[in-house]
């Protein structure tokens, strides 16, 4: 069993930052994916960043040049670095890590990210 925890959302201001982390535990097979999602209220989870085990990464176009995903493959470690954020940023976070191997596709409990403007 592989579990997902995220740390670092909170509350701030339009144009601060944030990193968020996500420490994954257990057998984790590779290649892997470790994806950021977002979810507001009633709407849908999208996805907002990827990076694979070998460091492709892959971002929706509306965090592109303000968020920054990387990983820390020895830690089993993803982090999202969150620059210039907007009150439309303001969201729940949630890690999601998926390995086709074993069959992996797991999730944190989501982080809250808010931002006032």
């Known amino acids: 069993q592989v579990q997902l925890v995220e740390s670092g959302g909170g509350l701030v201001q339009a144009g601060g930052s944030l990193r968020l982390s996500c420490e994954a535990s257990?057998?984790?097979?590779?290649?892997?994916?470790m994806r950021w999602y977002r979810q507001a209220p009633g709407k849908q989870r999208d996805l907002v960043a990827a990076?694979?085990?070998?460091?492709?990464?892959d971002y929706a176009d509306s965090v592109k040049g303000r968020f920054t995903i990387s990983r820390d493959n020895a830690k089993n470690t993803v982090y999202l670095q969150m620059n210039s954020l907007k009150p439309e940023d303001t969201n729940v976070y949630y890690c999601?890590?998926?390995?086709?191997?074993?069959?992996?596709?797991?999730w944190g409990q989501g982080t809250q990210v808010t931002v006032s403007s």
């Open positions: 990076i694979t085990s070998g460091g492709v990464t």
């Open positions: 257990g057998t984790i097979f590779s290649p892997n994916i």
């Open positions: 999601n890590l998926y390995a086709l191997l074993g069959r992996q596709d797991y």
